[in-house]
């Protein structure tokens, strides 16, 4: 199973803001740097926010990331129709020689 | 623009190898780490390895003992062995670019049954 946890679902109504919080320790988040990920069903996953905080070109400033100590957080502002999808965070791990870890991911539905 | 597509059998019987192939286009696989991720129905994601063509190679501890990554750079192609596998590797197969999975390709689905 995955070492960093997500809620499994969340919800909101267009307009409203959204966190999505991701638990981890010492060996991922709290010693490298966290990336957010947007699944929409029967697509290929997409690089929402890497490096914790910055945005790949084209996604809109309203995703942002953050983190504090072991725990990494993804905000959606402004939420739309379209934004409904699962959300992954992820993180190297140091241990075991080092190896990428998911989330266990959340649900977003948009109300 | 570097793009990936997967390819391999759909169906693999339990206790055999899963073997899938990454063509990639758009650059030459030297430039970057290539990582295999999977997904099972219903599941979250599972990062699998990922590996740069200098033979540097990192595997999820979960299945390093099943699993063989390798590229060839004549050929653009990264490729996933998975040995003994079981109904529990049925999944939708991502490869994709760089160790955090900057770029994916569509997935392939593998079913493992008899």
């Known amino acids: 199973q995955s070492v960093l946890s997500q809620p499994p679902s969340t919800s909101g109504t267009p307009g409203q803001t959204v966190v999505i919080s991701c638990s981890g320790s010492?060996?991922?988040?709290?010693?490298?740097?966290v990336h957010w990920y947007q699944h929409l069903p029967g697509t290929a996953p997409k690089l929402l926010i890497h490096?914790?905080?910055a945005r790949p070109s084209g996604v809109p400033a309203r995703f942002s990331g953050s983190k504090s100590g072991t725990s990494a957080s993804l905000t959606i502002s402004g939420l739309q129709s379209e934004d409904e999808a699962d959300y992954y965070c992820?993180?190297?791990?140091?241990?075991?020689?080092?190896?990428?870890?998911f989330g266990t991911g959340t649900k977003l539905t948009v109300i | 623009q570097v793009q990936l597509q997967e390819s391999g059998p759909g169906l693999v019987k339990p206790s055999e190898t899963l073997s899938l192939t990454c063509n990639v286009s758009?650059?030459?696989?030297?430039?970057?780490?290539l990582s295999w991720v999977r997904q099972p129905p219903g599941k979250g994601l599972e990062w699998i390895g990922s590996?740069?063509?200098?033979?540097?190679?990192n595997y999820n501890p979960s299945l390093k003992s099943r699993v063989t990554m390798s590229v060839d750079m004549s050929n653009n192609v990264l490729s996933l062995r998975l040995t003994s596998v079981t109904a529990a590797d049925t999944a939708v197969y991502y490869c994709?670019?760089?160790?955090?999975?900057?770029?994916w390709g569509q997935g392939t689905l593998v079913t493992v049954s008899s």
């Open positions: 590996i740069y063509y200098s033979g540097t190679i």
């Open positions: 010492s060996s991922n988040i709290g010693s490298n740097t």
């Open positions: 490096s914790t905080f």
């Open positions: 758009g650059g030459p696989i030297s430039n970057y780490y």
């Open positions: 992820a993180a190297w791990d140091d241990t075991f020689n080092g190896y990428y870890v």
């Open positions: 994709a670019k760089d160790q955090t999975a900057r770029l």
